[in-house]
């Protein structure tokens, strides 16, 4: 049973507080539909279709969860921070290597001679910056590589094959490429034809943890209603028989009085005939083995 896995960087579960959280001030459209209200912290939401579990994130390690401690425990089952004793923040140690290029999803199930892909879509300027040692590979993208995986580029953007991280293409376009405007609700849907075609698909936006971190130009407001728009098309788009979820690796968007990450937990947000194996989700190390778990069922003639 296929699955497509939109991890989305820094989006914790708030209190339903339009002052404080921009998912509960947000019109959100797909995400209240599907949901019954807005993606906040309500506890265990489980409606016809739909499976929505809040996950820790802080793996019972002081301080506040990062990107590749939380990254490499999501991808890999392993408690990561616990591994390395502390929460290490954007690119991963040696450790953390190692254990992203043997045991993350990315590696484990090729081994397996499953069908994966990472749909990102990375620039020329991206693999010149990596050439030039100014640029290391993130989490994601290292364990998907060092699993073998295709770094999909522009001709596979132009050819429907992957999504560049904004969705929308507009900042390669401001870097004189020639790529077509997607919305982010066609970028949903292509991501859920991408998955289609594979087994295990991933895909990673971190617009969410750079506009709550102030980084970007995009404000908090704009980035909920791009997710929105990203999970309402993959939705729309997806074959009966695909499940989608929906994670991230730590808390940060959905608490506006702070540009520092949360201790909040995260979304498990999972849509589909697979969703059953979500259910007994605790924590983000749980992510990985419920994937695996979804992949492994047979296809059975299943309604959403
Ligand atoms: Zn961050």
Redesign the pocket.
Known sequence: MPVLVLFL??VGLGPEDPATNPFARGATPALRALLGGPLVDRGVVDRPGVLLVPADAALGVPGLP??ATGQAALLTGTNAAALVGRHV?AYPTRALRDLLATHSLFATLRRDGRRVALANTYSPEYFAALEARRLRMAAVTFAAYTAGLRLRGLDDLRAGRSVFHDLTGQRLREWGHDVPPLTPFEAGQRLAAIAGCEEMTFFEFFLT?LA??GRVASGPDDVVAMVDGLIGGALDAAAPDLTVVVTSD?G?LEDARSTA?TTNPVPVLAAGPGREAFRGVRAITDIAPAVRATLARPVAAEVR
């Open positions: 960087d820094g990062q990107s923040t943890d709550a971190h730590h940060n990450h």
